[in-house]
């Protein structure tokens, strides 16, 4: 059974870090692209955002314009899980953020129709 399981979020203050975490079960970690998305408050589903991928075997990141320079993403296969880590937040990034997996690499790693597996989210606040 394919599980996702976020962890991390939570309420900081605008500059600061978290790193959340999105552990996974049920398959084998290097075959599959894991993409963070996140839903701002007051947007619908259908609107989340593409922030971060990682893709399968050779592990080439993506990431949005809006968190360039601030974000990180990184993979533990051993542990299963993948990491992403949050620089420099600002109040634009309070979210639910969402892990998610598909089985194939694309060029365009931000369409979240095309993900199979999600996890149940986590929030992030960040205070002004």
């Known amino acids: 059974q394919v599980q996702l399981v976020e962890s991390g979020g939570g309420l900081v203050q605008a500059g600061g870090s978290l790193r959340l975490s999105c552990a996974v079960s049920?398959?084998?970690?290097?075959?599959?692209?894991i993409t963070w998305f996140r839903q701002a408050p007051g947007k619908p589903r259908e609107e989340r955002e593409g922030v971060s991928c990682i893709s399968t075997r050779d592990g080439r990141t993506y990431y949005a314009d809006s968190v360039k320079g601030r974000f990180t993403i990184s993979r533990d296969s051993a542990k299963n899980t993948v990491y992403l880590q949050m620089n420099s937040l600002k109040p634009e990034d309070t979210a639910v953020y969402y892990c998610?997996?598909?089985?194939?690499?694309?060029?365009?790693?931000?369409?979240?129709?095309?993900?199979?597996?999600w996890g149940q989210g986590t929030q992030v606040t960040v205070s002004s």
């Open positions: 049920g398959f084998t970690l290097d075959y599959y692209a």
């Open positions: 998610a997996a598909r089985d194939y690499d694309s060029d365009y790693p931000f369409l979240a129709y095309e993900y199979d597996y």
